[in-house]
């Protein structure tokens, strides 16, 4: 273990001082990694992320580009993140469905993913062997117990549907037709699947 004591111009990214970051760590350009944070050994983070205050990431885990992750969260060893995903604060992650203090499981832990774009809000839980969906809202202080649909709004304990999200994170309002559209494209709603068509670039 070792601190990130580097000359600025050999880092492409920043680690406060109090931070220690493990040999066989990749971390991406202009990331940032804040106070009493550690990333541990064989952790690849991509570009332009950010953590907060007392994380902890790794080991063996993937971590995309443009992510944000909000102080106290931890990111085991199992769990893969995509681009763009948002962490709030003090959220939770698990890797062992059936943990004890006195047998080790470390060949057992099941894999959670979180793809692009997705954001968990602050307290939530995410129980581990989950796939959550592109651009999924998961609310503050819900469970997450089974895999979530793409734009998919999801609360309470455990943690069901309520509505669809747009790529915003705002909740989509359909017509008649069962079409929603916003500053990012169209969404469109057939037998409970929502079909996304982003907007087109002049």
């Known amino acids: ?96 469905i059936n943990p004890r203090a006195f047998i080790q499981r470390k060949d057992e832990f099941k894999k959670t993913l979180l793809k692009k774009g997705c954001s968990i809000g602050a307290n939530a839980t995410i129980v581990c062997g989950v796939t959550i969906g592109e651009y999924a809202l998961i609310g503050s202080g819900a469970v997450v117990n089974k895999d979530v649909k793409p734009f998919a709004l999801m609360v309470g304990v455990p943690a069901r549907q309520i509505g669809w999200v747009g790529v915003s994170g705002n909740t989509l309002v359909f017509d008649d037709r069962d079409t929603a559209v916003d500053g990012f494209g169209t969404y469109r709603l057939h037998r409970e699947v929502l079909t996304y068509t982003p907007k087109t670039k002049n």
Request: proline fraction near 4%; include cysteine.
């Open 1 to 96: 273990m070792k601190t990130r004591n580097q000359k600025p111009e050999t880092k492409s990214y920043y680690a406060h001082p109090s931070s220690f970051i493990d040999d066989h760590v990749q971390i991406g350009e202009n990331t940032k990694i804040w106070h009493f944070s550690h990333i541990l050994s064989n952790t690849t983070v991509g570009e332009n992320c950010s953590f907060g205050q007392n994380c902890v990431i790794g080991p063996k885990v993937t971590i995309g580009n443009g992510v944000k992750v909000q102080n106290n969260v931890s990111i085991y060893e199992g769990v893969e993140i995509e681009d763009d995903v948002f962490l709030g604060p003090s959220m939770v992650f698990t890797n062992v």
